[in-house]
């Protein structure tokens, strides 16, 4: 698969979102107009068709529901494993 390592991001991304919908109860048409995206696509990207979202573009959906993203850059440490991107 092309780009395996965007794609788990994305995954983990959206992941966060369907937790942050789900905890505050909002629905897809809710979050289709929050994020200003069409409902059928909030439902493509909830059963992991996220493919035409771009990583940017997930991001800025954390912030649409008011999580602040930060972006950490810093030395690999581990001598044991490549360095690698991470989620949490």
């Known amino acids: 698969m092309p780009n395996a390592d965007e794609h788990v991001i994305k995954a983990q991304l959206v ?12 629905t897809q048409r809710e979050a289709a107009a929050l994020f200003g995206v069409r409902q059928p696509d ?5 059963r992991g068709a996220f493919r035409q979202f771009s990583v940017e573009r997930l991001l800025r959906f954390l ?3 008011d999580h602040d993203v930060d972006i950490v850059v810093r030395p690999h440490r581990a001598k044991t494993s490549a360095a690698a991107v991470h989620v949490s």
Do not use: A, G, N, P
């Open 15 to 26: 992941f966060k979102i369907d937790t942050i919908l789900k905890r505050r109860h909002l």
């Open 42 to 46: 909030i439902s493509k990207m909830l």
């Open 63 to 65: 912030v649409k529901l």
